[in-house]
């Protein structure tokens, strides 16, 4: 996203009916949610660099036979932008059917159950089940870092992870790994996450992630142990030992 | 170096080469090496000596001759010689001064060679590309010498324009008009990238122009910065392309020792540098915005455009991206002007194409045709038709991006317009000829894994979507298909193209779907052989009307 | 079950799934007694037959199809049935069996019959105890309903509520395609 002047220049689009002003370097996608216009995303958010990954924020430009990400197209006067319509709803649901199949979204087993972008996504799309053939890959869980945990059974390679961790906790300790449907998320040369180096433990891509690819620990039910190291001494503490 | 020192040092090295009674020419590309070219040139050279013929023939490497799948070519004066080995040099030499070798001789008046009209290749064959003199005699940075002394950049934009050029890569995009976008673009520093990340399975033009004439290219970029106002070029050339590496990093350090590069260029202000980047096997890296991404130290990802790399590219500046054959085109077009140009060629894609002819056609290699020749003298006249008495199938051209035509469209002529009303597109030049033993479910599963191998993985359509367009086409042609699978092959095609984030995606499908355009036959065939059940694509229910019993 | 034959008749299905999405059913509580009164529950792992009847008009899934047995029901309810439902994530998207799919058969059974397998007793040599008669064949994956039959209705949730079922159970017998997406959601 590029910093808007103040005295920037503004400029007149229309946008699913709706006549709308903007400032010269706006995107369609930032003056949507200006004026209240759902646009779906996964990959965009606001303070990190563009991604245009995600396809979701496509939109219809009047004129246009192409589609065009709303996250990446800087308005121009008299645009006409429709954010809605069938075959957008259509390619929309298609792009969540994908990601769905590509990985294994277990939500029902998922720690983000019920805190997850793309679940409630695809029930706002309406997304009930997924026409396309389940990939069931075999992926793992790094489980080595004292405070976070990447489950890359439920990543969707947004690469927001990466792009805060680079662009604003400065550390770059994630990147991408391979490409096409083998690219996964690494921390510094693919090693374990304990194991890096230049993790500064901020947790502004757990708190980023979209699904549960990347969550605190200690929240699967298999880590709630009780500390009771404590229960010998009980008497003693309360002052009836002998 | 200053204009008349290079003159005097092309007229001696032109004055050399007359010196000479004979020339033994042998190509020395990856094709012929791969088949002891090199050994045959040592033989050869070692019987010359041995003659103490030194001074009289004068036995050199040269770029591609063509006719690949006859190697190593060998051209002794007017006589071209055909899968020549070593141990035929003393014949070779001999008949220099006698009649002809019989056994080796390769007609060259058969169409493959006369119908070709060179200009790209025009010096491939007769100059050592290693020699920067040799290059020198034959006109190299003439056309240079020309723009830096005689035109405004306008006027060399202007000419570019006139000759209807348009870009060699793939898409056709008018060469005159990203130059004057690029030349328009404001900022001090821009850049010329020369994209020799050729990636299409089956196409080696590219490399034969950087492993044939190195200075071909070196010039036309250079001319292109003079141009659009740029003082910094890049060539972009993949890794698995190490004859080239090496013979465009021999020839740049050439072009810097004799001032051909760097500063005050024929004595002008005019100033250039050119240096070489290595890809590291990407395919998605010939996407221009993932060779910038990779040219600056980055992954190798495209990014959404606009802004366009003729306003902000490599670092951020205005970059002027073609392909090799693209500025291959430019130093003949000013040399010989636009006007010569675009007489060659149709009314909207003017000039020759070179084109790498592999698969079932009896001459496989490389041929430079006027555009406009149809296929069918392409495939039937200079590829010398299907051999084994087969039939003729299809033609892939396009590479992944492409697709294939059938033999009722052979008869059309090959101009970018054309191949896209059918489905296919021009590409880089790449054209696999397939005879009626060619599976053409195969073919578009082939490239679909090409495509889902080399997706970058960036957006999901191309991700996701490759993978399962390949799963449906692996199932198809081994016999597992399902019933609804052509209409969701139909509908991935149509999504992954439509929202796919860069060309490589957006053009992914297209082998599927000229495949299912004109062969549909052999998907059902295939459809047929599948065992029955299987489950059609579920929730049709969504428009089903329900009547349930009161 | 002595009815009109007037009703539409209901069947429920259970294949690899916990049973929950039954369960959840159970839980329309008094509304069952409603139920009861507009169809006929002909078949159910709550009824007597045994035998998958002919001429069902709506009959919900649950669980996902796991072994030879379950696809060989599913083709049989497909062709009896008018209407099929996918009740519950397991049916949907093959949910938890599901997640046995990113493992070879035989690396599940060594998990299964053999490592988690009882210590054996002093002195007796280990045995790999496979099952191999009286159990249907694993299939290689298990797989949503919808990859083996057409399906009609999709309802997710682990379990969907019985708000949910309630829903579709009312629109479909009133001859409305129900929309379930505000009750319910994948792993709901």
């Known amino acids: 996203m590029k910093a808007v002047s103040a005295t920037a220049a503004s400029l007149t689009l229309n946008i699913d009916g709706q006549d709308l002003s903007c400032r010269a370097g706006e995107t369609i996608l930032e003056v949507a949610r200006e004026n209240g216009i759902a646009i779906p995303t996964l990959c965009w958010l606001e303070g990190l660099s563009l991604w245009g990954g995600c396809r979701l924020c496509l939109v219809e430009i009047a004129g246009s036979p192409k589609l065009h990400a709303a996250c990446a197209t800087v308005c121009t006067e008299g645009l006409h932008v429709t954010t809605n319509s069938p075959r957008l709803t259509h390619y929309r649901r298609m792009i969540v059917e994908m990601l769905l199949s590509e990985r294994n979204h277990v939500c029902s087993v998922c720690v983000s159950n019920g805190h997850c972008e793309l679940q409630s996504l695809a029930q706002k799309l309406g997304v009930d089940h997924v026409s396309l053939p389940y990939r069931f890959p075999k992926l793992t869980v790094d489980n080595s870092h004292d405070l976070f945990r990447m489950d890359h059974n439920r990543c969707i390679l947004c690469t927001r992870c990466v792009r805060v961790c680079a662009e604003v906790e400065g550390a770059h300790t994630k990147d991408v790994k391979g490409r096409g449907i083998l690219a996964a998320i690494i921390q510094d040369l693919d090693q374990p996450w304990g194991d890096s180096k230049t993790c500064t433990n901020c947790g502004k891509c757990v708190n980023i992630c979209p699904t549960g690819a990347l969550t605190h620990r200690g929240t699967a039910v298999g880590e709630m142990v009780k500390k009771q190291e404590f229960l010998p001494y009980l008497t003693l503490m309360r002052g009836c030992g002998k | 170096m200053k204009a008349e020192e290079m003159l005097n040092l092309a007229e001696k090295a032109r004055q050399d080469l007359d010196h000479f009674q004979h020339h033994i020419h042998v190509c020395t590309e990856s094709g012929c090496q791969s088949s002891q070219s090199q050994a045959v040139l040592a033989s050869l050279t070692a019987e010359v000596n041995r003659r103490g013929w030194q001074d009289r023939v004068w036995v050199k490497g040269v770029g591609c001759m063509g006719l690949c799948c006859e190697g190593p070519l060998v051209k002794c004066d007017d006589r071209l010689y055909q899968r020549v080995r070593p141990q035929d040099a003393a014949d070779l030499v001999a008949s220099l001064e006698a009649e002809p070798v019989e056994r080796l001789h390769c007609d060259t008046e058969q169409p493959f060679f006369t119908r070709q009209k060179l200009v790209v290749r025009e010096n491939a064959g007769k100059i050592d590309p290693e020699s920067l003199l040799d290059c020198l005699a034959h006109g190299a940075y003439q056309g240079l010498l020309r723009v830096l002394t005689e035109m405004t950049p306008a006027a060399v934009i202007q000419e570019i324009t006139a000759s209807g050029l348009r870009g060699r890569g793939g898409a056709g995009f008018p060469t005159g008009l990203k130059w004057s976008t690029v030349a328009k673009a404001g900022g001090a520093a821009k850049y010329v990238i020369c994209n020799g990340d050729e990636g299409d399975p089956g196409a080696f033009m590219d490399r034969s122009v950087m492993e044939g004439d190195p200075h071909r290219v070196l010039e036309g970029m250079a001319i292109a910065a003079y141009a659009v106002g740029a003082d910094h070029g890049v060539i972009y050339v993949r890794a698995e392309y190490p004859l080239a590496v090496k013979r465009l990093n021999k020839a740049i350090n050439q072009a810097r020792r004799h001032e051909l590069l760097g500063l005050n260029i024929f004595g002008t202000h005019f100033q250039f540098n050119v240096e070489l980047r290595l890809g590291a096997g990407a395919f998605v890296c010939g996407e221009e915005t993932a060779l910038i991404a990779s040219v600056e130290g980055r992954r190798g990802l495209p990014r959404p455009r606009p802004p366009y790399p003729a306003n902000e590219g490599l670092y951020g500046a205005p970059t002027l991206i073609n392909n090799v054959e693209t500025f291959a085109n430019v130093p003949a077009i000013i040399q010989r002007g636009a006007a010569w140009f675009a007489g060659i060629g149709t009314a909207k894609s003017k000039g020759t194409k070179v084109f790498a002819l592999t698969g079932r056609v009896r001459n496989t290699g490389l041929i430079e045709v006027p555009m406009g020749m149809s296929l069918r003298e392409i495939i039937y006249d200079l590829a010398g038709g299907i051999p084994e008495g087969k039939a003729f199938k299809a033609v892939q051209t396009g590479g992944p991006s492409g697709g294939c035509i059938p033999a009722e469209h052979l008869d059309i002529p090959v101009d970018y317009e054309s191949l896209t009303r059918l489905g296919s597109i021009m590409g880089s030049g790449g054209m696999i000829v397939m005879d009626e033993t060619s599976n053409m479910v195969d073919v578009a599963r082939f490239f679909m894994e090409f495509c889902m191998t080399e997706s970058c993985g960036k957006c999901v359509p191309c991700r996701v979507g490759t993978w399962q367009l390949h799963g449906i086409l692996d199932r198809i042609s081994r016999g597992q298909g399902k019933s609804g699978d052509l209409n969701q092959l139909q509908e991935l095609c149509a999504m992954v193209k439509q929202t796919s984030l860069c060309g490589l995606g957006q053009s992914a499908p297209n082998p599927v779907l000229s495949t299912l355009r004109y062969f549909e036959k052999e998907y059902r065939a295939l459809l047929e052989k599948a065992p029955a059940a299987g489950a059609a694509p579920a929730n049709s229910a969504k428009t089903v009307a329900l009547e349930v019993a009161p | ?188």
């Open chain 3, 1 to 188: 079950m002595s009815t009109t034959p007037a009703k539409p008749k209901l069947a429920t299905v259970w294949l690899d799934g916990c049973s929950g999405c039954h369960m959840s059913l159970l839980d329309l509580d008094e509304r069952l007694l409603i139920l009861a009164e507009k169809v006929e529950v002909v078949y159910s792992p709550a009824v007597d037959p045994k035998e998958f009847p002919e001429g069902v008009d709506i009959t919900l899934i649950e669980g996902a199809v796991s072994s030879e047995e379950d696809r060989h029901k599913a083709q049989l309810i497909r062709a009896r049935s008018r209407l099929v439902v996918s009740l519950g994530d397991c049916a949907v998207t093959a949910n938890v069996p599901g997640m046995r799919n990113y493992f070879e058969k035989d690396e599940l059974f060594q998990r299964a019959y053999v490592e988690n397998a009882d210590a054996p007793a002093a002195g007796e040599a280990r045995r790999a105890r496979l099952p191999v008669l009286g159990v249907p064949a694993l299939c290689p994956r298990a797989t949503p309903v919808h990859e083996v039959i057409p399906v009609d209705l999709f309802v997710p949730g682990c379990p969907p509520s019985a708000e949910a079922i309630w829903l579709v159970l009312t629109e479909l017998l009133a001859g409305r395609m129900p929309q379930v997406a505000e009750l319910t959601r994948f792993g709901a």
